[in-house]
């Protein structure tokens, strides 16, 4: 979990692979600890064929069974079918915009949202864009996508930097933004 914290969490992505694999961990992230989810990543990878958006989308109802019976994921019938769902969702929003990136990365005008909270218990749960993000994303057809879940994706993914300003990352993440 440091490790994460220390690394990766609220550097800008740009790449569209990892956008689906952070939008697949905060799906299953929902309702448990992200510590769960991290520690359960590289068997979300395998089973998730290193988050290919283009190999998820074509699973079948025997690749979900399969899915459903590995007690090395969250075993959660509806969120393997909605990372499905979501994987062809993904690929035609690829096909619309010309990559994933350039979709999510339009609710904040392809720059970082810079926050200055002082204290954890000051960040949001969602906020204005998350929202937006959220209803965009279920009118395209993709589900576990509500205004929090969006929000925790916002932060991973560095279109916004929720690092306190204490944080020794707030000012190393603030660096790397999108401007």
């Not at 448990?32 to 590289?42: D, F, P, Q, T, Y």
């Not at 035609?92 to 339009?106: C, L, M, P």
């Not at 279920?138 to 205004?147: A, K």
């Not at 306190?164 to 000012?171: A, G, I, K, N, S």
């Amino acid at each position: 979990m440091v490790a994460y914290h220390d690394t990766e969490w609220g550097v800008p992505v740009s790449d569209d692979r990892i956008h689906f694999e952070f939008l697949v961990l905060d799906t299953f992230q929902a309702g448990l600890s992200w510590a769960v989810i991290l520690h359960k990543r590289e068997t979300f990878r395998q089973a998730f064929k290193n988050f290919a958006p283009s190999v998820v989308s074509l699973f079948t109802e025997d690749d979900i069974k399969r899915l459903r019976g590995d007690a090395s994921i969250v075993r959660n019938r509806a969120k393997i079918e909605a990372t499905v769902t979501n994987a062809a969702r993904f690929l035609e929003i690829q096909e619309e915009f010309g990559t994933f990136d350039a979709f999510v990365w339009s609710f904040t005008g392809g720059r970082t949202l810079r926050n200055r909270w002082r204290e954890p218990r000051e960040v949001p749960a969602s906020t204005r864009e998350s929202e937006f993000m959220s209803k965009a994303l279920r009118q395209r057809g993709f589900r576990f996508v509500g205004p929090t879940i969006c929000y925790a994706y916002m932060q991973g993914a560095g279109i916004v930097n929720d690092h306190v300003t204490p944080c020794f990352r707030h000012e190393e993440v603030r660096r790397l933004a999108r401007r």
